[in-house]
């Protein structure tokens, strides 16, 4: 049998493996710091759907739209409430300024015999006053209504949901015809601009790593190569594998980068700062 030298080849082809490196090699994943879950804030039929899985959006896009029918009933409603009351108040003024007038018309009729202006005038007082309260009931339904009126049409504006930012719509569970309830999420849209990569590393390599420490990470399927930074350090352990989650941010230099995407991360450290430690 021939003998296996130790080379200078094997020698490097061992460090290249890392059993020699002073680094920890972890896999990790992209993803976006700003994923947004996108639902409706009423019950509702979906009348129109804007977008599909892969469409790129803008701040203020529409993204589907729920059905009025009933909405717009609630807001004739409304608004046929606000014209009434809006009457009604047209009606006391008017009424209040008739008394004042035939007031002021009998007012100089006191000298005559056949006629008691004290008694006239104060029912004219009693009638004024009556009316007078009817006029300040008719303007509070009026403010009451025209209230009413203005939260049907901020809830009809919501029947249009649109996108808070801009992003990918990576989810959607919506289609014409459905009904959606109140805090279901039905979309999910993907901000790319704040993408960083999420990995597990082991509890027996936190002593060397730490928050603002630079790495190294390569995307195989694009070929891409760059840096980042650990942002974060999760202090919360899986007990089952012991790993922690750190979330490492980097500069999006390659349009093709998106949510999802495999990573292998390099992170270097100094060995010579735990050769204590190795040896216990």
Not at 68 to 82: C, G, P, R, V, Y
Not at 109 to 132: C, G, P
Not at 200 to 221: A, C, H, M, T, W
Request: charged fraction near 30%; hydrophobic fraction near 40%; aromatic fraction near 8%.
């Amino acid at each position: 049998m021939k003998k296996r030298l130790f080379t200078p080849l094997l020698f490097a082809s061992l460090l290249s493996s890392g059993l020699y490196a002073a680094t920890i090699s972890v896999t990790g994943t992209v993803v976006s710091d700003n994923q947004k879950y996108i639902g409706a804030r009423y019950m509702g039929y979906v009348k129109d759907v804007y977008v599909k899985i892969g469409d790129k959006v803008r701040r203020e896009d529409d993204l589907f739209k729920m059905d009025s029918a009933e909405f717009d009933i609630l807001k004739e409603q409304a608004n046929l409430a606000l014209e009434q009351t809006e009457a009604m108040v047209d009606v006391y003024r008017t009424k209040l300024d008739d008394i004042r007038r035939e007031k002021a018309l009998f007012r100089g009729r006191t000298d005559s015999k056949s006629f008691n202006y004290e008694e006239w005038s104060e029912n004219l007082e009693i009638m004024a006053e009556n009316a007078q309260a009817m006029l300040k009931s008719m303007q509070t339904l009026v403010k009451q209504a025209s209230q009413k009126a203005k939260e049907i049409s901020v809830i009809s504006q919501y029947l249009e949901v649109k996108a808070p930012s801009d992003g990918i719509i990576v989810q959607k569970n919506l289609h014409v015809g459905d009904m959606v309830m109140p805090g279901m999420p039905v979309m999910v849209l993907v901000d790319l601009k704040d993408l960083e990569i999420e990995a597990q590393i082991s509890e027996s390599d936190l002593l060397k790593i730490n928050e603002g420490d630079y790495v190294r990470f390569r995307i195989p399927s694009i070929r891409y190569r760059g840096h980042g930074r650990i942002k974060s350090i999760v202090p919360s352990a899986n007990p089952m594998t012991h790993t922690f989650k750190i979330r490492i941010t980097f500069k999006r230099s390659n349009p093709k980068i998106y949510p999802g995407m495999y990573t292998k991360i390099t992170i270097e450290y100094d060995p010579s700062q735990f050769k204590d430690i190795n040896e216990e």
